[in-house]
């Protein structure tokens, strides 16, 4: 008891004095263009809702109807009586949708990641995994019982060389649009050197953004993997998650996908909202053609400041370096009205904390000219 005490105390104190300890910070309207609290308000640049439908009217009425139809809670895992109508109709719109048989549905992004791969994987298995693959994906190969090998960031070759020294059973997995760093995987060339290797791609920021109809980076990429993950908290702007694939994997799926078979389905309701989230993803165009405007605009109005990175993607880096400039900068902003985050250790390397500005459809082009604004204010006032 002491022991986990001191512990405990120690790793506070040791985040805190690095200035890498984080804070909860309730809010209002974090789905919304402006968040609010304490009678002030802020631009938000720090939200995953890329298509604005996180309070979108025909969402929220989609999840009412479906309160009045199917009741608040699923009442049980998948495999006893969670299971309605509901959810086999979003699986059936996403397979329509992303051209898979199969759909299985999860609580979260986070529980798809790993319970797919503490299914896959067993001993003697090797997994190569982009450097800079998220906490969810890098955390269940480590504990898995097969080998994980990361391979230098959107590096073809070295993967390629990688893959070539090992002759065991191996899954290759990256993301489709890097979550910190808004760049995307070169995943035609990924397929192209697979091999026997399966592959599998998450895909949580960019479903719904990229490709035609929103049908994320594999699909602009022309590829399909054997496993797609897709999340449902980010363009969607709900939660939850799926992995698609084929019908054999699924029924696998079904069986070993402990996140799956051992937690309480999605409220139905929810499930009901997606299938609306995913028509309007599909047919609001205006939506990611709004985006990349926005995107443009804000490549053109930032490009001159140090610290810009280019994207093709609503996610924009602001590179800082140093944590507590990253704090620094992020309160300067917050003082003048707008919200953004300071990403720092250990979600980006040390020496690499950043702003994580991401642009929504609610955007206006007056908000990147505030932000550009103050953001340079402040690399002037704190050079
Ligand atoms: C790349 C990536 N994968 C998975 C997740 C986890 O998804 P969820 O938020 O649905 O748990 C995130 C969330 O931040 C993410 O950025």
Redesign the pocket.
């Known amino acids: 008891m002491q022991a986990f005490n001191q512990r405990i105390e120690q790793t506070l104190q040791t985040r805190i004095n690095q200035g890498l300890d984080r804070q909860l910070r309730c809010v209002e309207g974090g789905n919304q263009l402006m968040i609010c609290r304490d009678n002030q308000q802020w631009v938000n640049f720090a939200s ?1 809702n890329y298509l604005g439908l996180a309070n979108d009217d025909k969402v929220v009425l989609a999840w009412q109807q479906g309160l009045r139809l199917f009741g608040a809670g699923s009442g049980a895992s998948p495999l006893v009586t969670g299971h309605s109508t509901a959810h086999q109709m979003l699986e059936d719109k996403l397979c329509d949708w992303l051209g898979f048989e199969r759909a299985i549905l999860f609580n ?6 790993q319970a797919l791969l503490f299914s896959l994987l067993e001993k003697g298995d090797v997994v190569f995994q982009d450097k800079l ?2 906490a ?2 890098i955390e269940a190969a480590m504990l898995s019982p097969a080998t994980l090998k990361r391979f230098a960031h959107n590096d073809v070759e070295d993967l390629s060389r990688k893959l070539a020294n090992v002759d065991a059973s191996s899954l290759v997995v990256t ?1 489709g ?3 910190m760093d808004g760049d995307v995987a070169p995943l035609k060339d990924i397929a192209q050197i697979q091999g026997n290797a399966l592959f599998a791609v ?1 895909d ?2 960019g479903i719904g953004v990229l490709g035609e109809k929103g049908g994320g980076s594999c699909q602009a990429a022309g590829v399909k993997p054997n496993f797609l ?1 897709v ?4 363009a969607l702007g709900i ?3 799926a992995i698609m694939c084929d019908a054999t994997a699924g029924d696998y799926l079904t069986q070993m996908a402990r996140h799956f078979v051992y937690s309480t389905a999605m409220p139905p309701a929810q499930a009901y909202a997606l299938t609306q989230a995913i028509n309007q993803v599909q047919h609001d165009d205006w939506r990611r053609t709004k985006l990349d405007e926005l995107s443009d605009y804000y490549e053109q109005s930032m490009c001159h400041l140090p610290g810009f990175r280019s994207t093709p993607t609503a996610i924009k880096p602001f590179i800082i370096g140093d944590s507590a400039r990253a704090l620094d900068c992020a309160k300067f902003l917050s003082q003048h009205g707008i919200w953004l985050s300071a990403i720092r250790a250990p979600t980006v390397a040390r020496h690499q904390a950043r702003l994580r500005i991401t642009l929504t459809a609610l955007h206006e082009q007056s908000h990147i000219d505030q932000l550009a604004e103050h953001v340079e204010q402040w690399l002037e006032v704190s050079a």
């Open positions: 995953n979260s992004g986070f529980s798809a990641n693959n998220h969810s994906l993301e649009v890097f979550s998450d949580a920021h993950v999340t449902f908290g980010k939660s939850g998650a």
